[in-house]
């Protein structure tokens, strides 16, 4: 199903949304991608991420998008080393909770959390990372009786795979053929939404065929990018499959899973994956992403887009096509 994408942010490189609705307005909440020079490989070290800018619109499709300016930059986080990747906020008691992950001067991903009183910040960091933490790609969920999660994990660069059981290994490991394939992790956040409020539990994906979690040569496996939303009552757990360039989803009863593999929701962009959220505004239904048209298929300058997005009368998703070059109009970023 072809859709029509909009370019957010045309004149700079954002990439990696999350977003949410606050206060009647959808705020958007992605990583900046800068030129560093830096060959790319593996590990990520071409992502040259330092600072979050905070946006909003009332019109997702054709409204005006207002840059709030820089909410958070490495230089304010007392433990910082590099890369400030993708994050998410949460509101609880009219404070904003910015979970981001961080390099510390080890060079391991942790998660920060930062502290401000609007949605659009500026955001204050904690003076340490969460006790526990590891890897990449957070995204926090409210859910309906007021508790609060965070999802996080990616592989290769994400170092999720030099995890088990929420200890480090002496060696990476990465499952293959019909191993299970690794799992994001979700944990309940203490009161304060400081910490976590207990260890990382595994987020299972089940194949419905044989009703055990996917192998790790499934292409539809997880990689990356979790986001939860919930419809009709249901949890949907949407992810990227990496270095197989999908965006996919999977449903379950309760915010810990597990959840049963639906499909694909977006099919490969132009760059190497994507990252994306979704999220309900004034009755319609919106997949955030990114793609690396602008830039001209450099995969670490990378441009926000969003499209809407449809069920079935099964609460099946609709599998969206990605844009390809000459598919829409866009602006390119001035180099």
Same mark, same amino acid.
């Given at each position: 199903?072809?859709?029509?994408?909009?370019?957010?942010?045309?004149?700079?490189?954002? #990439?990696?949304?999350?977003?949410?609705?606050?206060?009647?307005?959808?705020?958007?909440?992605?990583?900046? $991608?800068? *030129?560093?020079?830096?060959?790319?490989?593996?590990?990520?070290?071409?992502?040259?991420?330092? $600072?979050?800018?905070? =946006?909003?619109?009332?019109?997702?499709?054709?409204?005006?998008?207002?840059?709030?300016?820089?909410?958070? /930059?490495?230089?304010?986080?007392? +433990?910082?080393?590099?890369?400030? +990747?993708?994050?998410?906020? @949460?509101?609880?008691?009219?404070? %904003?909770?910015?979970?981001?992950?961080?390099?510390?001067?080890?060079?391991?991903?942790?998660?920060?959390?930062?502290?401000?009183?609007?949605? *659009? &910040?500026? =955001?204050?960091?904690?003076?340490?990372?969460?006790?526990?933490?590891? /890897?990449?790609?957070?995204?926090?969920?409210?859910?309906?009786?007021?508790?609060?999660?965070? %999802? =996080?994990?990616?592989? +290769?660069?994400?170092?999720?795979?030099?995890?088990?059981?929420?200890?480090?290994?002496? /060696?990476?490991?990465?499952?293959?053929?019909?191993?299970?394939?690794?799992?994001?992790?979700?944990?309940?956040?203490?009161?304060?939404?400081?910490? =976590? @409020?207990?260890?990382?539990?595994?987020?299972?994906?089940?194949?419905?065929?044989?009703?055990?979690?996917?192998? #790790? $040569?499934?292409?539809?496996?997880?990689?990356? @990018?979790?986001?939860?939303?919930?419809?009709?009552?249901?949890?949907?757990?949407?992810?990227?499959?990496?270095?197989?360039?999908?965006?996919?989803? #999977?449903? &379950?009863?309760?915010?810990? &899973?597990?959840?049963?593999?639906?499909?694909?929701?977006?099919?490969?962009?132009?760059? +190497?994956?994507?990252?994306?959220?979704?999220?309900?505004?004034? &009755?319609?239904?919106?997949?955030?992403?990114?793609?690396?048209?602008? /830039?001209?298929?450099?995969?670490?300058?990378?441009?926000?887009?969003?499209? #809407?997005?449809?069920?079935? @009368?099964?609460?099946?998703?609709?599998?969206?096509?990605?844009?390809?070059?000459? $598919?829409?109009?866009?602006?390119?970023?001035?180099?």
């Amino acid at each position: 199903m072809k859709k029509r994408m909009r370019y957010l942010v045309p004149q700079d490189y954002m #990439a990696d949304p999350s977003v949410h609705v606050f206060n009647g307005r959808v705020y958007i909440y992605p990583s900046h $991608d800068w *030129e560093s020079g830096v060959p790319e490989n593996d590990n990520g070290d071409h992502f040259n991420m330092k $600072d979050y800018h905070v =946006f909003s619109t009332d019109d997702v499709m054709d409204g005006e998008v207002v840059d709030h300016g820089v909410a958070l /930059s490495v230089e304010d986080i007392p +433990w910082a080393g590099r890369q400030l +990747w993708d994050c998410d906020v @949460a509101e609880k008691d009219g404070k %904003y909770y910015m979970y981001f992950p961080l390099k510390d001067r080890n060079d391991i991903f942790r998660m920060g959390v930062a502290v401000a009183d609007r949605p *659009e &910040g500026p =955001f204050r960091p904690q003076p340490d990372p969460v006790r526990g933490s590891y /890897s990449i790609d957070q995204a926090a969920l409210r859910d309906d009786d007021g508790s609060y999660y965070v %999802y =996080f994990g990616g592989l +290769w660069g994400g170092q999720l795979q030099r995890y088990r059981d929420n200890r480090a290994l002496e /060696s990476a490991v990465l499952p293959e053929g019909a191993e299970p394939a690794l799992p994001s992790r979700v944990a309940r956040l203490a009161g304060d939404m400081l910490q =976590f @409020a207990e260890e990382p539990r595994p987020v299972v994906i089940l194949s419905p065929e044989t009703d055990k979690p996917l192998r #790790a $040569d499934d292409p539809h496996r997880f990689f990356e @990018a979790s986001w939860v939303h919930k419809y009709n009552g249901k949890y949907y757990f949407s992810y990227s499959t990496g270095d197989t360039h999908m965006l996919c989803y #999977a449903t &379950g009863d309760n915010p810990y &899973g597990p959840f049963t593999y639906q499909g694909v929701l977006l099919t490969p962009v132009v760059g +190497w994956t994507t990252h994306h959220s979704i999220v309900e505004y004034r &009755g319609k239904w919106y997949l955030f992403h990114h793609d690396c048209i602008p /830039s001209g298929g450099k995969t670490w300058l990378r441009s926000l887009k969003v499209c #809407a997005m449809e069920y079935d @009368a099964e609460g099946r998703i609709k599998t969206i096509e990605a844009e390809t070059p000459g $598919d829409n109009s866009w602006t390119p970023v001035a180099e």
